[in-house]
């Protein structure tokens, strides 16, 4: 893409808008997503069309790239939608929960092992929204309110978005930046991310109990935190590819001696969480205490712990095999199916690059495709088991797809929308017209914002990397701040950012059969959100100001 | 009620509508030379995809008011 355009007051309100239009429309009117979105497509296409001057072949043909990514989504959403139906048709999500309780009874540190520690450990080794459409469903397993099981892992996962995924988003950064000092700028990042994951576990603990949350669940938070952080710190310079997924892997380890220590051995002491489910849970404890005395209990209820579990086993198990051992990952990922696009110029000069093969799917190393065997394979596993009816199998498909419709629209209005914006110069407007008018130091504090809106378009760090990497690079040049704070506040502002991205959060809603939810889960989520950010900017800052030589100085 | 007259159902109309259109797009627009006719079908398509849930909601919207009406 073009990266200098002339900005303007008027063009810059008028690319807002779209964006502002479905914040509005969310958080504010509380519209559902699959409403909302097309709303924010048709006024983003009508500025790139009049203002933006874009003609309906650059309209036709992001909108295409829109909806190809979409689809890809919804291969992670619709199989992991049906392997939380098969699994609760089951029965697994009681014995699940029963085991679960049986090898510790405390509900707070079960929501930050799931939200938080197992969704971290998800996201060090794959991508795609997958640590959140496999976490929301367990939590709502151990008793978590559905809307609250979204915006946990939403919360937990973020802060391993840059180094997770064996680091795609930040080799992508460097792919399209010159970077002056990796590991300079790798340590930046991993500070500020430091800070968001210690955030996410305190506010998961505030949000399970307020100040009492927080005081029970300071030692898990402190211990887990710092596995994660200094794991991050020390590896994110040397072997990035593992920063994530090597501390998050120790973390579960260490999650789970936690729950035999004196602090979790025991009941929380938060008498009523609103993040837990009242009445219900309750008396499937009640029951459970019950059938204990009299030693009574159904066919599905003698589901045992690791059957319940063996999808997940499954899923983890085909993740480490075809994504961590290389010839296999290779061989796999050697079929991929990708759409060639032209080169396109609008009437303002913005130029999109040609593409050979635009966001090449590989099917074999897809998470979607883990999902789904894992789906299958419960599926097998408990009619083998006789948990579940074959005759019922019809009605958890129709569910599942009447579930996954209102995701599918707001997705294939959602992600060409960003598309459109950024095809059209939109993105661009946007970016440089807030760094237009910021000085060195005020730069250095909203680098992490610009990466932050990337995500929020875009629903990936990766994507906001490749979109705002380049411009953040040239403006830190322009501007004569230091490189390393800019291009790490701009990826650790993406990571944190993710978690507020509708497409992300559709698919947790997605994933535990929720509809409607998508304006509560960001109105919820966006203070963490805008927290992380500002810790970040604060970093870039006193970095800028106190170990580069200051803004205006050195610009290594 | 009707399976067509669900609005879940109707939604689902217009996502395969909206593929359809994308696929139509695509092959309009992504070679050398651009086919116009074909282009703008593929965008109405996926226009009027897209116009569905809006046009759902204004129809509720209108049905409830008209209820209440009705009502007082």
Redesign the interface.
Known sequence: MKESIDVSFWPWIVAATPLAAILILLVGLR??A??AA??G??IATIAALTLFRAS??I???Q??KG??DA?FILYVIVPALLLYQVSKEAGAFQALRRGIEAYTPNDLLHVLAFGWVFASFLQGITGFGAPIAVTAPLLVAVGVVPVWAVIIPLIGHAWANTFGTLAVAWNGLQLVTEMQSPATTAIIAAVMLLLANLLAGLTIAWLFGKGRGIREGLPVVLIVSAVHSVGQLILAPLVPELASFLPATVAVGVVIMLGRSRWYRNPTGVETSRVMQKGELQQQRGEDRKKERTGGGSEQEEMSLPLALSPYFVLIALIVLVLLIPPVKDALSAFQIG????ELETGRGVVTEAADAYSAFSPLTHPGTFLLLSAIFAFVTFRWAGTIDRGRMDEVLIRT??TS??S??AL??LVPLAKVMEGSGQTLELALGIAGVATGTVYAFVAPLIGAVGSFMTSSNLSSNILFGPLQERTAAALGVAQAAILAGQTAGAAIGNSIAPSNVLLGIGSVGLTGKTGEVIRRTITYMLAGVLLAGAVSLLYVLFLSGGAGGSAQ | MKWYKQRVWQMGAGALMILFGAWLAYSAAAGEMTNTPLLWTALALIFFGLLIPLMAKALEAAQDKGGEENES
Do not use: C, D, E, G
Request: glycine residues 0%; aromatic residues 20%; proline residues 13%.
């Open positions: 519209w559902k699959a409403t097309p709303v497509y048709f309906p072949r309209i036709a043909l909108t295409v909806i190809w689809i759409l060639s696009f032209p797809i009447r419709i209102p599918a629209i294939f209005a």
